[in-house]
T-cell receptor, first 117, second 113 residues
Framework: GAVVSQHPSWVICKSGTSVKIECRSL??????MFWYRQFPKQSLMLMAT?????????EQGVEKDKFLINHASLTLSTLTVTSAHPEDSSFYIC?????????????FGPGTRLTVT | AQSVTQLDSQVPVFEEAPVELRCNYS??????LFWYVQYPNQGLQLLLK??????LVESINGFEAEFNKSQTSFHLRKPSVHISDTAEYFC???????????FGQGTELSVKP
């Protein structure tokens, strides 16, 4: 099946610094990837839709200047949390859309746990 | 607007007992329905999905879910659970295949020996 990886799996950074998270589709090309965040014991909330070669589409309430998304190739999307603060600490999960014979489907990465101190 | 409600935040159950995790959705248009499972500190894995056709869908590990349009529900069931089924389960809806997913709040299934 389709495999999506994320790097790093966890990261600790100091308040005010920036952190980049990578999402890769390992055995398929994905024109569309999605970024979610999940707070402890809560559901996933879609942050943005990342489209290869174009600007990301952000959900209402998500600061596009704080959460920079770049989808430079068909196998890689990156999320950069700029000037991170403790309230940005969360579990960030990406997914990639793949087209199959029975329609398209999202495959999820293992997630990246960000802790801002 | 679409929304998904999982009525139970936690479901404790003994091993080999049956379980039902409830999911209701609201939408004015047709939707696609999904159940995902998340083990601790991991991403989501697709458990099963309803796109069209038969309203009863099954997974390879014994779970099944039935789409009930009149009740706008997509409850997940398993006749006999195992310790290894302990995880968080999320119900989700989408307007189109592979499109934006809207998740429910999640249900923590805890299977005890």
């Amino acid at each position: 099946g389709a495999v999506v990886s994320q790097h790093p799996s966890w990261v600790i950074c100091k308040s005010g610094t920036s952190v980049k998270i990578e999402c890769r589709s390992l055995d398929f090309q994905a024109t569309t990837m999605f970024w979610y965040r999940q707070f402890p014991k809560q559901s996933l909330m879609l942050m943005a839709t990342s489209n290869e070669g174009s600007k990301a589409t952000y959900e209402q309430g998500v600061e596009k200047d704080k959460f920079l998304i770049n989808h430079a190739s068909l196998t890689l999307s990156t999320l950069t949390v700029t000037s991170a603060h403790p309230e940005d600490s969360s579990f960030y999960i990406c997914s990639a859309r793949v087209q199959g014979t029975s329609g398209s489907e999202q495959y999820f990465g293992p997630g990246t746990r960000l802790t801002v101190t | 607007a679409q929304s998904v409600t999982q009525l139970d935040s936690q479901v404790p159950v003994f091993e080999e007992a049956p379980v039902e995790l409830r999911c209701n959705y609201s939408s004015s248009v047709s939707v696609y329905l999904f159940w995902y499972v998340q083990y601790p500190n991991q991403g989501l894995q697709l458990l099963l999905k309803y796109l069209s056709g038969s309203t009863l869908v099954e997974s390879i590990n014994g779970f099944e879910a039935e789409f009930n349009k009149s009740q706008t529900s997509f409850h997940l069931r398993k006749p006999s659970v195992h310790i290894s089924d302990t995880a968080e389960y999320f119900c989700a809806v989408s307007y189109n295949q592979g499109g934006k997913l809207i998740f429910g709040q999640g249900t923590e299934l805890s299977v005890k020996p």
